[in-house]
């Protein structure tokens, strides 16, 4: 189909026109071929560079340990109320919250997902410093609960918490998709830039060209300004060698 539309494209420029291959006729050609290379290479740029921090649930709870030593867990927010049946016994008492780095990959269709594996912070503790809350949380009794907890209540959650290795996954509809959409774009851009610099060279000829006979008129060689008006039978300028008319 792209080559259909190429040939057409090529019908339309050079046999309305009559025009001859030029250089910006070539690299409309060159541009067009480079689209969908550039359209592959730049989503695979962007899948390989660009990320963004995916969107994420918030989950926070509490764990507590009784005077038995026994670990309990439950969730609750910042400001929700502790459950009493943890509060009430409790000699250690830490709020956590399930950190979860989640990133997405590519532009603009997110076309990878990594998740690392989640980890575990301690946000309150009751009574001790930070410093034990966080080794708290180390406890395996302590993560078993939370653990328990949230396989029931959020089991992707719990996955990303017994995950050792950052788990990656690529969506393959989404890295051709952004491939197409580049592909697309950039169709439509490179010409536009393209008509762009030749209007913007068409400029600078038309106003080379007003200057140069500006300068005829004055009798001065269009090159180099040359005072010429004394060698009126000489074809070429005397300073510079430029020709003249
Ligand atoms: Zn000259």
């Not at 780095?101 to 997902?113: C, D, F, I, K």
Request: glycine content about 6%.
């Amino acid at each position: 189909m792209y080559r259909v539309i190429r040939k057409r494209l090529r019908q339309i420029r050079y046999h309305s026109a009559r025009q001859e291959r030029t250089v910006w006729t070539n690299l409309m050609d060159a541009m067009l071929f480079a689209a969908p290379l550039l359209g592959i290479a730049l989503a695979l740029l962007c899948h390989a560079m660009v990320e963004t921090s995916a969107p994420r649930l918030p989950i926070q709870g509490v764990v507590a340990r009784d005077a038995s030593g026994r670990w309990g867990a439950a969730l609750a927010g910042r400001g929700d109320p502790i459950p009493r049946s943890l509060d009430a016994g409790a000699v250690l008492l830490i709020e956590f919250e399930v950190v979860d780095e989640s990133r997405l990959l590519g532009w603009p269709l997110h076309s990878a997902v990594v998740n690392p594996p989640h980890s575990l912070e301690a946000t309150f503790a009751d009574p001790t410093s930070a410093a034990s809350a966080q080794s708290g949380l180390e406890d395996p009794e302590a993560r078993g609960a939370i653990a328990t907890l949230l396989a029931r209540k959020h089991p992707e959650a719990a996955e990303g918490l017994r995950r050792t290795t950052p788990e990656v996954r690529t969506r393959w509809y989404a890295l051709v998709g952004n491939a197409a959409l580049w592909w697309f774009g950039l169709t439509l851009l490179l010409p536009t830039l393209l008509l762009l610099a030749r209007f913007i060279a068409y400029r600078f000829e038309l106003a080379a060209d007003r200057r140069a006979a500006r300068m005829r008129r004055k009798g001065l060689c269009p090159s180099c300004g040359f005072d010429v008006r004394g060698s009126y039978y000489s074809e070429r300028c005397p300073e510079c060698g430029e020709l003249l008319e």
